[in-house]
């Protein structure tokens, strides 16, 4: 079936009249409407109404929203870049933060898990605000976190150390927790629990109520002290046998790295309890000398081949000069 335009008068057309009209053709015209709608991804269609041409399907959202941006001028894409990429480059920011944050965290808990059968108990942090009373008595505070005073459900008293954010990498609580939780002598403090949830670290110790040794040996001047030359030899010698079960008594040997008076607890019997395994390192007992990337002690009591490797190598050696240091 094709147009064509046929007279008026005629009404009953014969074949031959039929191919006069057919052989005379018929008019078509065409608007530039229909490219505009071809070009746009539409189909034009011929209606015969009022409008004779409509584009039956128009251009796609996503192609009309492209169309849309290629045609703006070039201080306008200036103005969106400046608006939208501060928002971007805070976000990518933000997550590389978050990702770096948490692969500490991570990494504690992947070692917790691998080792859940060896590890002391563990608490959840509701449980050390409760046994600490929201952190309501403060022992002290060292160079890894503050140390408050607890008590469990059966009235034991306990000191929890909680560690700070600042400062914490995993490794130090890694220490504690995988060595000290193992260790049981007279004169290493025994540690009872951990918590580790998030990002809040606490190590759970028994709590000696006679502080650290620092607090009775420097006394303000006019103070008696408090200790015979016969208990001080015993605190020496208590001492001096933890460090050697540290140093040889373990299945590896443990530096301390940090003896000093301020890491000395006494129990109600004043025996001696070394504490604080923050900067401590293992090693094999086979290995005679031992590296370390960065200084660790403290200024006074740390031996001086930890200062500088002219004086000498690290060895297990470095911990009985800090002894000495506190005799």
């Not at 309890?273 to 403290?298: C, H, N, Q």
Request: glycine content about 8%; overall charge positive; hydrophobic content about 40%.
């Amino acid at each position: 079936m094709v147009p064509a335009k046929w007279p008026a008068h005629v009404e009953h057309p014969s074949y031959g009249d039929l191919l006069k009209v057919l052989a005379s053709g018929f008019d078509l015209s065409w608007s530039i409407e229909g490219r505009n709608c071809r070009l746009s991804g539409g189909r034009c269609q011929y209606t015969g109404f009022d409008a004779p041409y409509a584009c039956s399907c128009e251009r796609k959202p996503m192609l009309k929203l492209l169309f849309v941006f290629l045609s703006l001028p070039l201080l306008v894409w200036v103005s969106i870049i400046r608006v939208i990429a501060p928002p971007i480059i805070i976000l990518v920011f933000l997550i590389r933060k978050f990702r770096t944050a948490r692969k500490p965290v991570d990494r504690v808990e992947k070692f917790l898990r691998s080792q859940q059968s060896l590890m002391p108990k563990r608490y959840s942090y509701a449980d050390i605000m409760a046994i600490t009373n929201h952190f309501k008595d403060k022992l002290g505070e060292g160079g890894f976190g503050s140390v408050y005073r607890g008590q469990l459900p059966g009235g034991c008293f306990i000191a929890v150390k909680m560690l700070g954010k600042h400062n914490f990498n995993g490794e130090e609580f890694i220490n504690e927790v995988s060595t000290i939780g193992r260790i049981h002598h007279v004169n290493v403090v025994r540690l009872l629990g951990f918590c580790s949830e998030g990002s809040k670290r606490a190590l759970v110790y028994e709590y000696m109520p006679n502080g650290s040794l620092d607090k009775h040996i420097f006394l303000k001047k006019g103070k008696v002290q408090p200790f015979s030359w016969e208990k001080l030899h015993e605190i020496a010698l208590g001492t001096a046998r933890g460090i050697e079960y540290l140093h040889g008594g373990c299945d590896i040997c443990i530096l301390h790295f940090d003896i000093k008076p301020h890491n000395i607890l006494l129990d109600h019997d004043f025996v001696p309890k070394i504490s604080d395994f923050g900067l401590a390192k293992f090693y094999p007992k086979e290995y005679d000398v031992m590296s370390i990337s960065t200084t660790r002690g403290t200024i006074g009591y740390i031996a001086p081949e930890l200062i500088s490797r002219n004086f000498g190598v690290v060895s297990n050696k470095s911990d009985v000069y800090s002894f000495g240091m506190c005799c």
